[in-house]
C-alpha cells in the first residue's frame, strides 16, 4: 500500500499543472491544494460531488437540524470538487439559520495523499459521509488510518462504474466505507461484490423526498399570458442537441396533423433557441422566441423558450409534454417535474440516469415510454384527445411516491447514531 500510495501521489503531482489550466478544477484551488482551508476540526465531513449530491446533501442538513436537541451542537464541514456544487451548499448554508449547527462549506481536496492526509490532520472529523458514489482512494486510506468511519449514503453504482470498481475489491474490502446504504436492490448487489455484502444495506432514495406534489391549477406565473383560450399546448420539455433532428420532425407531424395546437419547445441549452428557430423556419413552421412574444402565440405556431424559470409553470398549463434527452442515449432529463403539476410525460427509451425511479412507474400508467420520434408523434396525438382530471392525477402520484420518501430522515438518524 505504501508504494501504491507513492505512486498514486506522484500522478496527482505530475497533473496538477494541467489541472491549474482548466477552467473546471482552477476555481477554488487554494482549497483544493490545501493551500487555504478552514481552521476548526470537525464532527461530521459530508463530500458531495456536485450539484445534484449538494442538493442532496442539503436535505440532510436541514433534517439533522430538526432531529438535534436543543442542547446539542454539531461542527459540519461540507465539501464537493464542482462550483456548482459549492454554490448550492453555500446558498442551502445561509437558508439554514441553525443555531444548533456550525456549517461551514470548502472544495474537496485533490485525492492525492499529501493534500488528503493535510485535509485529515486539520479537520479531524469524527466520521465522514460520502453521498451517493465517489470513492477516492486517498480520502478512504487516509480516513481508515485513522480509524475514522466512513458512511456511504443514498449510494448509487451504474454498470460502467461496477466494471471499474469490481477489478480493486480487495482495495475496497480493506479501505472502503464501513457502511454502505444503497437505493435499489441492484446498487446493492453491486455494492456487495465490490466492498463486501456485510457492509451494504438497502435505503429508500433521498431523491423521493424532493418530490412534492402542487394543487391543481396553481399559479403558472408568465405563461398563461402567452397561449391562447381553449388552443391545446403541448410542451417539449429540455431538448438537447442530439434529439433536434428527431424533434424537429415531431413538429412538422404535429402541426400538420393538428394545425390549432400552440407548441412550446424548451431546448435544455437556451443558446440553442436562435438554432432552433432556423431549423423550424426552414421546415415552414410559424415560430418566435419566448422573448419576442408580447401577445398570445398565434394557433398552429412554436414558441421557442430562451428565458430561464418558466418550465415548471408551464407544464402546469400542457395538455401533454415530451421530456427530452431520451430519444438518443443521453441518459434523460428530470421526468418528474412535470408529475408533480398531474400531468403524465412521455419520454424516450433512454433514461439511465433516472433509473433510480424504477421501470414500476411505466407499469402504473404515470409515465408513457416510446421508442422513436414516430411513436412519439402518436402518443402526443392520442395523449391530446384523453381527458383525466389532474387532481386524480396528483393523487396517484401521491400514493406512488409517498411509501417511498423517508431516506432523509432515516439517513440522518444513522449519522447522529454514528455521531454518538
Known sequence: MRLFLLFYNLVWLLALPFLKRSRRTSSGWRQRTMQESVDTTFDLWIQAASGGESQLTAM??????????????????????????????????????????????????????RFMSCAFDLYSPR??????????????????SRNIPVLLINGRMSEKSFRSYRHFHRFFRKYGPRKIWAISELDCSRFAQVAGPEKVSLMHNIKFDRIKTAQAGTADGPVGALLPTDVPFILLGSIRREEEEKIAFTIEKLTSEKP????????????????????????????CTRSALQRPAEPGSVIVWDVYGELAGAYALAKTAFVGGSLINLGGQNFLEPLVFGLKPVIGPYW??????????LAKGLVHEVQDEHELCSKLLDELETEEAREEVIKQVDDYFSPRKGGTNFISKEILTFLS
Open 60 to 113: 440532510i442538513l436541514k433534517q439533522l437540524d430538526t432531529l438535534l436537541p436543543e442542547n446539542r451542537h454539531v461542527k459540519i464541514l461540507v465539501t464537493s470538487g464542482t462550483q456548482q456544487g459549492i454554490d448550492t451548499l453555500r446558498k442551502s448554508i445561509d437558508t439554514i439559520q441553525s443555531t444548533k449547527l456550525y456549517i461551514s462549506a470548502s472544495y474537496f481536496p485533490f485525492d492525492a495523499p
Open 127 to 144: 466520521i465522514a459521509v460520502i453521498v451517493e458514489t465517489e470513492l477516492w482512494p486517498g480520502f478512504l486510506v487516509n480516513a481508515h
Open 260 to 287: 390549432e395546437i400552440v407548441i412550446g419547445l424548451f431546448p435544455k441549452h437556451l443558446e440553442r433557441a436562435s438554432l432552433w428557430l432556423s431549423i423550424l423556419q426552414r421546415h415552414g413552421i410559424p415560430c
Open 352 to 361: 439511465q440516469n433516472f433509473a433510480w425511479v424504477s421501470r414500476d412507474i
